[in-house]
């Protein structure tokens, strides 16, 4: 105890140093300033989660952002996905889309608006997706009702309460988005037993950014992705799945055969997304939703890739967290 109260004094000073020195309380506490927007600039991505529900800490699950101007929008909302979203400097949104309804693409949805709320933001935000979006919502809203609570109670209007009720509407495939020159479609893909599974192709300023969501290579998901300027899609490489595969099997783990076998089912396979993308006349090709969740390493990425080029002519980007991505 008397050591803590003589190294008091020595953190206060170290404390004004910093202080002294230009820093602010803000950047003491690790925060990163709000990303300034250019309201004429055209589309943009951030791969704000590229991994899956396997844990990998370099990875957050499911979530791009959409940045057309001087407006934000989010495409799944996956676990973690707070972190590189305040790393890239984005305190708003203006809408947030949902794929489909496995929870890692919307469970951080729910520390998204806590931390919006906490930092004052006033208006709700938008929610849509297909069928379900209500259902998860209310789930959502039930679990921070206790906490919602005690914030209030502590805080009182200081907390933004506004912010924890987002407006929710469910659509079906079609242009579900057009406001200022902004045009966002929802397609149906391929992701069985999954249904309803979506993704959406944003248009604005004469480019198109299409999100893939979760599925298999499928003339739905062609159609959808079709002269694309920039595809975000998710990805399994099944020559790293067929190896692990038979390891399994050689360990007669047949509940591990069947569980990599049904996974593999429902994802875009590297080689046929190459010649899907190729097909239809997609510009550039950004992967994210990496399946398995690879380290963010040049080698690895390599590898996870591996003969893709030999079917897609274009860029292929292996997304990693906070990768920025123009059309």
């Known amino acids: 105890m008397n050591k803590l109260k003589s190294a008091i004094p020595t953190l206060f ?33 951030i791969l704000l989660g590229t991994g899956v529900p396997i844990p990998n800490p370099a990875r957050a699950t499911a979530c791009t952002a959409i940045i057309a101007g001087a407006r934000v929008f989010l495409v799944d ?16 949104l203006t809408g947030i889309f949902f794929t489909h309804y496995h929870s890692d693409h919307f469970i951080g949805i729910g520390e998204i608006l806590l931390n919006f709320a906490i930092a004052g ?35 009182g ?7 924890m009720e987002p407006i929710v509407t469910e659509h079906t495939p079609g242009v579900i988005f057009e406001e200022q020159g902004l045009k966002v479609t929802m397609f149906n893909v391929c992701h069985q037993p999954i249904e309803p599974a979506v993704g959406y192709r944003f248009e ?45 099997r050689n360990s007669n783990n047949l509940r591990q055969v069947a569980m990599i ?19 239809v006349g997609v510009k550039k090709l950004a992967l994210t939703h990496l399946f398995p969740s690879i380290p963010p390493t040049d080698q690895a990425e390599a590898q996870f890739i591996q003969g893709m080029s ?7 980007l292996v997304g990693r967290d906070g990768m920025e991505v123009a059309p």
């Open 157 to 163: 209007d200081k907390f933004s309460a506004a912010v």
């Open 261 to 279: 076998e049904e996974g593999m089912d429902y994802h875009a396979e590297s080689l046929a997304l190459a010649r899907l993308a190729q097909e």
């Open 77 to 92: 909302t996956g676990r973690n996905c707070i972190v590189p979203l305040n790393q890239a400097g984005i305190r708003d």
């Open 310 to 316: 030999d079917f897609y002519k274009g860029p292929i």
């Open 13 to 45: 000073a170290a404390v004004l140093l910093l202080l002294s020195n230009g820093l602010n309380a803000q950047v003491l506490a690790g925060a990163i300033p709000p990303r300034t927007l250019d309201p004429n600039a055209g589309l943009s991505a």
């Open 204 to 248: 604005y300023q004469g480019q198109s950014i299409v999100v893939s969501g979760d599925t298999k290579v499928c003339a739905e998901f062609a159609e959808g992705a079709r002269d694309a300027d920039l595809l975000i899609s998710e990805v399994e490489n099944a020559q790293i799945f067929n190896a692990a595969i038979t390891l399994a």
């Open 121 to 155: 933001n006033a208006a709700a935000i938008p929610v849509r997706g297909p069928t379900g979006a209500k259902e998860v919502m209310a789930g959502i809203a039930a679990t921070y009702k206790l906490d919602l609570d005690y914030r209030l109670a502590h805080h």
